[in-house]
C-alpha cells in the first residue's frame, strides 16, 4: 500500500510535468482504448477491466515520462514512446483481469491489448485491408513473434519502442522499394 508522503510525492511529481488537462486527456485516451479492445474481443463475462488497477497503471506511465522529460530536458515526449511505455505498464499491472472459470486462452488477455496497441500505433496492419497473401503471411508469423516476446521477453518501455521504430524503418523501406 503506498502511503500519503508517497502519494503526495507522486501527485506533485506529476504535476510539476502536466497540466491537470494532460493527465486527463491521457486517462481518457487510454481507457477508451482499454473499452475498444474489451468489447472487440467480446470479454464480457470472461474478463473485467480493474479500474483501480488502471489507476496505478496510468500513474506509472505519466510519471515514467515524467521521469523522461526532465531526464532528456524535453517539453514533450513522441506518441511512440507514449504508447511503448503504456504497453509496458499494462503488462506490469494487469488491468484486465480474469473471471473464475472462464477459458485459459484469456490468460495473455493484457499481452493482446499490449500487442493491440503497438499494432495500432504503428499503423503496419490492418485486419480490413486485403494484402497479397505472402505478405499476410509474413505479417501474421511477425505478429506472433512479437506476441511471443510480450509474453516471455523482457518488455520494458524501451524494447517496445525500439519494436515501433523498427515497424516504421521497415515500413518506409518497403514503400520505397514497393
Not at 506529476?14 to 479492445?37: C, K, P, Q
Not at 505472402?134 to 510480450?150: C, N, P, T, V, W
Amino acid at each position: 500500500m503506498v502511503d500519503k508522503r508517497e502519494t503526495r510525492k507522486l501527485k506533485e511529481e506529476l504535476n510539476e510535468s502536466f497540466s491537470d488537462e494532460y493527465i486527463t486527456n491521457a486517462g481518457l485516451l487510454v481507457h477508451r482504448l482499454a473499452e475498444i479492445f474489451y468489447e472487440k474481443n467480446n470479454l464480457e463475462g470472461k474478463v473485467y477491466f480493474n479500474d483501480h488497477i488502471f489507476e496505478y497503471c496510468l500513474i506509472d506511465i505519466l510519471v515514467d515520462i515524467a521521469r523522461l522529460k526532465h531526464f532528456h530536458d524535453i517539453s514533450r515526449v513522441n506518441y511512440t514512446k507514449f504508447i511503448a511505455y503504456t504497453a509496458s505498464w499494462f503488462l506490469k499491472r494487469k488491468p484486465f483481469q480474469l473471471l473464475e472459470g472462464c477459458d485459459e486462452k484469456y490468460i495473455y488477455v493484457n499481452e493482446r491489448f499490449a500487442l493491440t496497441l503497438l499494432l495500432q500505433a504503428s499503423g503496419c496492419y490492418d485486419e480490413k485491408a486485403d494484402y497479397y497473401t505472402e505478405d499476410r503471411e509474413k505479417l501474421l508469423s511477425a505478429i506472433g513473434q512479437m506476441f511471443y516476446h510480450l509474453k516471455y521477453r523482457n518488455t520494458n518501455p524501451q524494447t517496445l519502442e525500439l519494436f515501433l521504430i523498427g515497424l516504421e524503418t521497415g515500413k518506409s523501406v518497403h514503400i520505397e522499394n514497393g
